[in-house]
């Protein structure tokens, strides 16, 4: 029996990790040479705002994770609580390629979520409609 909980506790633990907890992983060892990187080749790039949104995410997710994580070994028993730790680092390790600031899923991921922190530019159109509609409107004729 305790084998099952074992393997059930490892399964939960794998999957929080998955899902949310290498988010966080993310943020600190891609976001943050990303956004470093974006200011160098975008002077008016917003570090601070982007900074911030990666420490939010970064804290929120641990709290969540460490919250989670006492619970478990609080009112578990030896086996789920060892297997938990066991699914946690499995997807850890599983996922150490994806944390790369070089990662293509990565860069493009962060240039969606950062995307207000980059200037608005002058010469696109979205951005033309957005301030003077009658402008863009004789634009097009």
Same mark, same amino acid.
């Not at 600190?28 to 990187?37: E, G, K, T």
């Not at 150490?96 to 860069?107: D, E, I, L, T």
């Not at 969606?112 to 980059?118: F, G, K, L, Q, S």
């Not at 409107?137 to 097009?140: I, L, V």
């Given at each position: 029996?305790?084998?099952?909980?074992? /393997? @059930?506790?490892?399964?939960g633990g /794998? %999957?929080?990790m998955?899902?949310? @907890?290498?988010?966080?992983? %993310?943020a600190?060892?891609?976001?943050?040479?990303?956004? #470093? #990187?974006r200011?160098?080749?975008?002077?008016?790039?917003d570090l601070k705002?982007a900074y #911030? #949104?990666?420490t939010q995410v970064t804290i929120?997710?641990?709290?969540l994770?460490?919250?989670?994580t006492?619970? %478990?070994?609080?009112?578990?028993?030896?086996?789920?609580a060892? @297997?938990y730790? !066991?699914g946690?680092?499995?997807? !850890? %390790?599983?996922s150490?390629?994806?944390? =790369?600031?070089?990662?293509?899923?990565?860069?493009k991921g962060?240039e969606?979520?950062?995307?207000?922190?980059?200037p608005? =530019? &002058?010469r696109?159109?979205?951005?033309?409609?957005?301030?003077?509609?009658e &402008?863009s409107?004789?634009?097009?004729q």
């Open positions: 029996m305790a084998i099952s909980y074992f /393997f @059930g506790a490892a399964a /794998f %999957v929080l998955a899902a949310i @907890g290498i988010q966080a992983l %993310v600190l060892f891609s976001s943050i040479p990303l956004a #470093r #990187r200011k160098k080749e975008c002077p008016d790039f705002r #911030r #949104r990666i929120l997710v641990s709290v994770i460490i919250v989670i006492a619970l %478990v070994i609080r009112f578990t028993s030896t086996a789920p060892v @297997g730790l !066991f946690m680092i499995l997807a !850890f %390790v599983m150490w390629k994806r944390m =790369s600031p070089n990662n293509a899923q990565n860069q962060f969606e979520a950062y995307a207000d922190c980059y608005s =530019s &002058d696109s159109p979205d951005d033309a409609s957005l301030e003077d509609p &402008d409107a004789n634009q097009h």
